[in-house]
């Protein structure tokens, strides 16, 4: 705005504008007022728009006034922008073209002080207002600009140091790759179960085929979760019926439940011989003790031959060849145990496939592919814990108990935040042999609060 000394302005602006059009329209329809009393009242009427029409201008003043003053502000706001964006990387010509409009504007705004105390009137508040607005989006698209260019350069930063990392894995994988076959080339380096013999096994075979079958039981979770979306499941309902009242800190860490309910169906009666009461090897009565221990190493022995044996073959082809095995009875029982009728009739529409299950013959389908997997490889893993000396033992931690990093791990890093983090319920059990213990996985929740 620019600054000017006051000065009287003559009366004029819409309302006088409109004042005079009545005035001239009385006249020329011959109504115009002839008496004194009826020129007073028009004076009187006259004065009142004078009023109200300098009332207006002092409010059109004012609102120019505050435009101009915002649109300076937005100015400042751009030239400080433009003095950061300047100072990295280093630009000197940009600084200073910047702090000479920050200079200027702060001059602006005390010009606009200094008028608002003096009571200076702008002539054309009209054309200060639009001026002020266009300033001011100026200003906006320059503030915008700046900070687009100043994405683009940390973009490009970005993409930079993602090149260097990229390349730094690639050079890495290749010298992986290559003392990996070096490594193989000198017999150093080969997967624990391969070429086991029983007499060399431990805990560490045990831990990486666990591992495995953790792996299967999660895909089949996946699997089943997917069948009950689209079959329009209520997920949240379906694993509150399996742990009630468990508060998850994620939606996705809902399959936990899933997973808590199929685990405990898979390793039920882990710790019995085949999964039953019924032993192959009966003990006599009044065994010494070279016969027990005979006994014991033939019954370790043809559990390590049944894990060599199924390990080296598909689930479905090993099912074909041994219908009547116990690895067959075990897959059918898990399977009808998992898959209730309710559930396999709100999945499927109908019980076609518990009854061929039943029948012993397991349909080409992912369900029954991803079951297969998941149930070979916990047979395979009882299989080995029966290979120890000292058998493998389940374990399970009950609601409510302390998270102890001695026995346990949380599949939720959220958990361990809380204050007394304690065991909603456990996911994957852990094992003992002999001295050595396997941590199990569990999900806590807030000991503070509610159970569970």
């Not at 930079?160 to 990229?166: A, G, K, N, P, Q």
């Not at 022995?301 to 690895?327: C, G, H, I, N, Q």
Request: hydrophobic share 35%; net charge positive; glycine share 4%.
């Amino acid at each position: 705005m620019e600054t000017v000394r006051p000065v009287i302005v003559a009366p004029k602006g819409k309302f006088r504008r409109t004042f005079a059009k009545v005035l001239n329209i009385h006249k020329l329809t011959g109504v115009a007022p002839e008496d004194e009393m009826k020129k007073t009242n028009n004076v009187k009427l006259s004065e009142s728009f004078y009023k109200l029409e300098e009332e207006y201008e002092r409010t059109l003043t004012l609102e120019a006034l505050l435009a101009k003053l915002f649109a300076t502000v937005s100015s400042i706001k751009a030239g400080y922008a433009q003095l950061q964006h300047s100072q990295s990387p280093y630009d000197a010509i940009g600084i200073q073209k910047a702090d000479n409009l920050v200079v200027s504007e702060l001059k602006t705004l005390s010009e606009l002080k200094q008028c608002f105390l003096k009571k200076q009137i702008d002539p054309n508040p009209e054309r200060t207002l639009v001026l002020a607005e266009i300033q001011e989006l100026r200003s906006l698209l320059k503030t915008y600009e700046i900070m687009g260019k100043k994405l683009e350069s940390q973009y490009k930063l970005k993409e930079s140091e993602t090149l260097f990392l990229r390349e730094k894995l690639e050079d890495l994988t290749k010298q992986n790759k290559l003392t990996e076959k070096r490594l193989n080339q000198s017999g150093q380096l080969c997967n624990p179960l391969e070429n086991l013999h029983l007499s060399a096994l431990n805990p560490t075979h045990f831990v990486a085929y666990l591992q495995h079958t953790v792996k299967s039981t999660r895909g089949f979770v996946r699997l089943m979760i997917e069948q009950m979306k689209l079959a329009k499941w209520d997920i949240s309902m379906a694993v509150n019926s399996i742990q009630p009242g468990v508060f998850y800190y994620k939606q996705d860490h809902k399959c936990f439940a899933f997973e808590h309910f199929v685990s405990n169906v898979m390793f039920e009666a882990f710790h019995l011989p085949y999964f039953s009461t019924a032993r192959s090897f009966k003990k006599k009565e009044k065994q010494s003790k070279a016969e027990e221990k005979q006994s014991k190493t033939e019954e370790r022995e043809v559990f390590f031959e049944r894990f060599t044996e199924l390990r080296s073959m598909k689930a479905k082809d090993y099912l074909k060849a041994r219908p009547k095995s116990r690895f067959a009875r075990f897959c059918r029982i898990k399977f009808l145990q998992l898959i209730h009728p309710k559930m396999e009739e709100a999945l499927f529409g109908h019980l076609h496939l518990r009854n061929q299950v039943s029948a012993g013959e397991f349909p080409e389908t992912s369900l029954c592919s991803g079951f297969l997997e998941m149930a070979k490889r916990v047979w395979l893993l009882h299989c080995l814990a029966f290979s120890f000396e000292r058998e493998a033992e389940i374990f399970r931690v009950p609601k409510g108990c302390r998270f102890s990093e001695v026995y346990m791990r949380s599949v939720a890093e959220e958990g361990l935040e809380e204050a007394e983090p304690r065991v909603a319920f456990t996911v994957v059990p852990g094992f003992k042999i002999g001295k050595t213990s396997i941590q199990c996985e569990v999900y806590l929740s807030d000991g503070g609060g509610p159970q569970g």
